[in-house]
């Protein structure tokens, strides 16, 4: 796994089984969630993916009330999208970069191979 510079000197927050991981071993900070097992007969990531979704959630918007992160800053990082329109709509924020462009490198780059 190959990390690219972190432009915006963000926390990276991890969350999954266990923090050994590759994953684990680049996050600052880490949110266990391990569950007993999954729904699927065939081990398909079912309560765990919705387990990390509800708390992702959460994390994001207890962080966006605690910043007052609202729809001007919406708009500003979030540009593109139906979203970020309706953002653009109801804040007067400058665009850092045009709908449907990329603003920043991705932290991680995915392949044929998964992420490197």
């Known amino acids: 796994m190959r990390v690219q510079e972190n432009p915006v000197h963000v926390w990276i927050v991890g969350m999954g089984k266990s923090h050994a991981s590759g994953l684990g071993a680049l996050c600052d900070a880490w949110i266990a969630c391990p569950v007993d097992a999954e729904l699927s007969h065939v081990g398909a990531p079912t309560v765990s993916s919705s387990l990390m979704l509800a708390i992702g959630d959460a994390v994001a918007v207890m962080l ?13 990082y979030h540009p593109g999208g139906a979203l970020g ?3 653009r709509k109801a804040g007067d ?7 449907r462009q990329t603003c920043s490198p991705p932290m991680f780059e995915l392949d044929g191979n998964g992420i490197r």
């Not at 924020?93 to 709908?99: K, L, M, T």
Request: proline residues 9%; positive net charge; charged residues 30%.
């Open 64 to 76: 966006m009330e605690r910043r007052r992160f609202g729809p001007r800053e919406f708009a500003r």
């Open 85 to 87: 329109g309706l953002s």
């Open 93 to 99: 924020a400058s665009v850092v970069c045009p709908a």
